[in-house]
Structures are given as structure tokens and as C-alpha cells.
């Protein structure tokens, strides 16, 4: 079949330099077991339009769109164009695996919801589509049944991740614009243990509670394949985790060892402060990564128990302490305006990311995530504020409707604002000096103008959360 896998994201929605992974290992599956296939990402647009348009040209037999719930406006508007050209309509992602029958029920075009990991569902349901079927027998699908919709459950976790083809990101249609930034952002694992209500269960819905791994020779192959293909030595793991795993972390250290892939090369990671310490640093040392990240979310005890987060502020301390000592790089992100927020909780995180000094920050405003323990709390209180999907973008500078997220007895829109205003204006100095800093050290490692000008105007779109 021809199919075109779409990223609805645009523009303004951008929080960062790095291409959909889920659409591009989607389009490498159909590909590989013989769709022709076409993937879209409007992340550089202003609007849906041109992919429209590109549909148009094309012809799908089938269009697929991958969809956060702030992407659900042009996400619909791309599905209703699919639909009016013949093609067989599906979404998968966040939105529709969360909701799938009010997915389906708002947007009449919309074929199938296809919910959770789709790598084995989608290729299942399009050949039962191409040999005369619907896939009603399939698990992971959401359609329409006479005038309801019919749920056929959860589809299994892919329990051996090796088993999936290392994505073709040659396959996206933007992808030279990405790799302007010289780095490349992957994934090794799946999964989530932790259970933060802002969360859960919604992450576990995507990926499930346990933690599946990449072989760490996996992992070495994809770094070299991306590589000898792109000459890029600067890699992001978007794993959600990354040092939950010793055993994981120290094969994988091994591996890219024996693979030569340490030496003049440089890794990011995500961690959490209580699966963090010397042992772990001295192994991502020894690995090549120099930068870490964090996610603090408050400077007060009573927020982080209120989110079930399960770290304490003093480990938040330790994690960043033991980063000085090995010379890391730090970055923490930042959650002001949850439910038991206070004028003096988002004081002490203030105070917190002072004496933590990380060089960089994001500060979102807590947005109740569908399907989140958190968000259903909000909706029973009658909290919730958001009218518009597009206000769920939980970095926006401010909503649209001008309102917060949710209500927060006490506290006004405008106290979070001014917080989060003020947590960036005490770091400008540093952040200018640092910065600067880092951007003189990597324009020696790997010069580049173009590489500078990219990141240089990501970082504007991304000023005003991002210290």
C-alpha cells in the first residue's frame, strides 16, 4: 500500500531540535515489510498546509498521524484532507491510546485509533485492510462498529526491542533541516517504573510499567550506523530514565568501548536523583556523556510527596553535588503549579534552583495530562481550566485563553508567571557566560556556522522557558 505516516506538530509548538522517533521507526517497519511509504513532519511550518498539500501529490492509500493532544487541532484538519482524498484514516499516539472512542467521535473522518506501541498492530491492520478485512480481531485498535465504536484492548508490549529495525530517519521529509544541529536523539529503552501522579498511568498505557532495554549491542549499532551515515558524534538519549539499570549501563559502557564510539564522542541522558550516584557518574564519565538531566520538578517536600514523585529534595542535592564533582553538565526541569502548589512552595523552588545552579532549566506550568491519576483529581475538584487542546502545551509562555491550567486556591495565573519570570532572571548571567562558554568549546570540537545558527535559533523560540 502507499502510506504516509504524518508529525502534526508546527512551528510555534517546537520545544526542541529533535525529529519525531515514533513516525520514522513506524515508516521504517511499513517499509521494510513492503508499503511504500512517505513520512511528513510540520514542526518548521506555520500550519498544516503544506503537508496537505504534499498528501494531495502523493495519493495515499492510508494516512496515519501521530497525535499529542496539543497537536489535536491540525492533527483533525490533516485526517478530514485524508479522508476527502480516499484514503483509509488512522491516529496513534498519546491522544487517541488515552481516548480512543472520544477520539474517534470528534473527528467523523477518522477511520482507526491505534493505541499504544504500533509497530506490530499497524503493519497487521493494514494488510487485513488490503485483503478485504477491518481488523476488528486485531488487539490496539479503536473503530467504528455500526454507530458506536468498538475497543478491541490494550495491544501486547513488544517485548524484545532488537527485534524492531533501526529507524530510517532518511525516510522524514524534514530530516536535513534537524540534522543541521549536528546530534543525533535516540531511545534504548521503554518504560516506565515510577509512579508520579502527573504521569502515570497514562505513561504506562504508552510504554508499560516495566522496563524493556536494547541489547547494548543494539544500541552500539544504531550510534554507528547514524554515524558513518550522518558524520555526527553528538547523541541525546530520550530514554525517560536512563540510569535505572547498573547492569544495563555498565554493558552498554563496555560495548560502545569495544565499538570505538567514546573517543571525540559526546552523549546526553535523562536520570532521576534517586537512581543517581557516584557509580553510575564514574560509568557515564566513562562513557562520554557530559551532560545530565534532571527532573526536580519542586523545591518543596510536601508538592513532591503530593505528586507521588518519590525523591526527596535532599537527593535532588546530592545528584547535582556528585555532577560538580564529575564535572557534568546539569539541567533540571521544573514543574510550578500543581494542585498543592503554594506561594511558598514555588519560593522554595526558587530558592532550590539557586542553590542547585543548573546550567540549564525548563519551567513548565503544570497541564493536566489525559488519563493521569493528577488530571482525573483536577476534573473530580472542578479545577480544571483548559477549554482549548492547543493550551496543553504545558511550556507555553501563557495559555491562550489567558487562564492557568487549573485553579489553585491562593494563587493566581500570574503568581506562577512571575515565578517562573523570576527563576530565569536570576540566571541570566550565568546562563550567558556558560553558554557562551559550551558554544566556544563545541565550535572548536566541531566547527560549524550552520550548526550555530540552528541551535542558536532554536534556543530564541525556546527563551522563554528555557534558561
Not at 477491518?134 to 517485548?159: H, K, Y
Not at 563496555?254 to 537512581?275: K, M, P
Not at 519560593?347 to 495530562?369: C, D, G
Not at 563545541?442 to 534556543?459: E, G, M
Request: some cysteine.
Amino acid at each position: 500500500m502507499r502510506v504516509a505516516l504524518i508529525f502534526p506538530r508546527v512551528r510555534e509548538q517546537v520545544h526542541g531540535m529533535w525529529p519525531p522517533l515514533g513516525i520514522i521507526t513506524l515508516g521504517t517497519v511499513l517499509r521494510d515489510v513492503g508499503h511504500e511509504v512517505w513520512l511528513f513532519d510540520s514542526s518548521f511550518d506555520p500550519g498544516p498546509e503544506r503537508v496537505i498539500s504534499e498528501l494531495g501529490r502523493i495519493r495515499p492509500q492510508a494516512v496515519g498521524v501521530s497525535c499529542l493532544t496539543d497537536f489535536f487541532a491540525n492533527a483533525a484538519k490533516i485526517v478530514a484532507a485524508a479522508k476527502g482524498l480516499g484514503a483509509v484514516t488512522l491516529m496513534g499516539g498519546p491522544h487517541p491510546t488515552i481516548a480512543p472512542e472520544a477520539t474517534l467521535c470528534a473527528i467523523p473522518e477518522l477511520d482507526y485509533a491505534v493505541m499504544g506501541e504500533a509497530e506490530r498492530t499497524l503493519p497487521r491492520l493494514l494488510a487485513a485492510i488490503d485483503g478485504g478485512g477491518d481488523g476488528r480481531e486485531l488487539p490496539g485498535l479503536a473503530l467504528r462498529d455500526g454507530e458506536g465504536v468498538l475497543v478491541t484492548g490494550p495491544a501486547e508490549m513488544i517485548a524484545d526491542l532488537d527485534s524492531l529495525p533501526i529507524p530510517d530517519r532518511d525516510l522524514l521529509d524534514v530530516m536535513g533541516q534537524y540534522l543541521r544541529a549536528r546530534a543525533i536523539n535516540l531511545h534504548s529503552s521503554r518504560g516506565c517504573p515510577f509512579k508520579c501522579s502527573f504521569c502515570q498511568p497514562t505513561l504506562e498505557r504508552l510504554f508499560g510499567r516495566k522496563v524493556r532495554f536494547e541489547s547494548p549491542e543494539r544500541v552500539a549499532e544504531a550510534i554507528g550506523v547514524y554515524h558513518r551515515r550522518y558524520d555526527v558524534r553528538d547523541f541525546f538519549f530520550h530514554d525517560d530514565t536512563f540510569t535505572v539499570k547498573k547492569s544495563w549501563l555498565a554493558g552498554l559502557v563496555e560495548t560502545l568501548g569495544h565499538a570505538d564510539l567514546i573517543h571525540n564522542f559526546r552523549y546526553v541522558v535523562n536520570s532521576r536523583v534517586d537512581t543517581f550516584d557516584r557509580d553510575k557518574a564514574r560509568l557515564l564519565q566513562e562513557m562520554g556523556v557530559y551532560y545530565v538531566l534532571f527532573g526536580i520538578e519542586s523545591g518543596s517536600q510536601e508538592v513532591l510527596d503530593a505528586l507521588n514523585k518519590g525523591t526527596t529534595v535532599e537527593q535532588a542535592r546530592e545528584a547535582f553535588r556528585i555532577c560538580r564533582e564529575f564535572g557534568f553538565r546539569t539541567h533540571a526541569y521544573v514543574l510550578l503549579g500543581s494542585p498543592n502548589e503554594s506561594k511558598e512552595s514555588l519560593l522554595a523552588t526558587e530558592k532550590l534552583v539557586a542553590e542547585l545552579n543548573p546550567n540549564t532549566v525548563h519551567i513548565s506550568i503544570y497541564t493536566p495530562l489525559l488519563g493521569t491519576v493528577l488530571a482525573e483529581r483536577c476534573a473530580r475538584e472542578g479545577r480544571t481550566r483548559i477549554k482549548n487542546f492547543a493550551d496543553m502545551d504545558y511550556y507555553l509562555k501563557k495559555s491562550k485563553s489567558g487562564e492557568p491550567p487549573i485553579s489553585i486556591p491562593g494563587l493566581a495565573y500570574q503568581d506562577l508567571l512571575d515565578s517562573r519570570a523570576a527563576i530565569l532572571k536570576r540566571r541570566k548571567f550565568r546562563v550567558f557566560t556558560d553558554n557562551l562558554r559550551e558554544l566556544a568549546r563545541d565550535l572548536a570540537r566541531d566547527p560549524s556556522l550552520d550548526k550555530f545558527i540552528f541551535r542558536y535559533q532554536s534556543y530564541r523560540r525556546m527563551q522563554h522557558y528555557f534558561g
